[in-house]
């Protein structure tokens, strides 16, 4: 029988058993991201920039997206200039990155880049 090892507690601290529905793999859910890069976004962005940043984070890796605030509204209950607005800050952050100056194609980063443009950002 496996023995678990108690965490580290300090006199009347909360413990917590977090309990996940994960999905199957059919089912389409893909928010996995780095918990380093999700404390960076929370520390960096405001509240609803947050939401916006969880929405095009909880899509596939390489996932081509039509950006549609009427749909996040839909799915989320964002109203639709709150997605315009903080659709906005995502880029001045670096967390979404136009491919050139005439482009209407950006790139989701989770952790922002640089200001350039994605195509003469370094690749890791």
Do not use: W
């Not at 960096?44 to 039509?66: E, I, P, Q, R, V």
Request: with cysteine; glycine share 4%.
């Amino acid at each position: 029988m496996e023995v678990k090892q108690m965490p580290y507690t300090v006199e009347n601290q909360r413990r917590v058993l977090v309990h996940r529905d994960m999905p199957k793999d059919n089912e389409g859910n893909f928010l996995l991201i780095k918990k380093d890069n999700l404390y960076a976004a929370y520390r960096d962005l405001n509240a609803t920039a947050l939401c916006l940043y969880l929405y095009l984070a909880g899509n596939k890796d390489g996932f081509d997206l039509a950006f549609s605030p009427k749909a996040i509204h839909n799915e989320m209950g964002l109203p639709e200039s709150t997605c315009r607005d903080q659709f906005k800050v995502l880029v001045n952050k670096g967390y979404l990155v136009r491919r050139s100056e005439t482009s209407n194609r950006y790139d989701f980063y989770e952790i922002p880049k640089e200001k350039k443009t994605a195509e003469t950002a370094c690749v890791f």
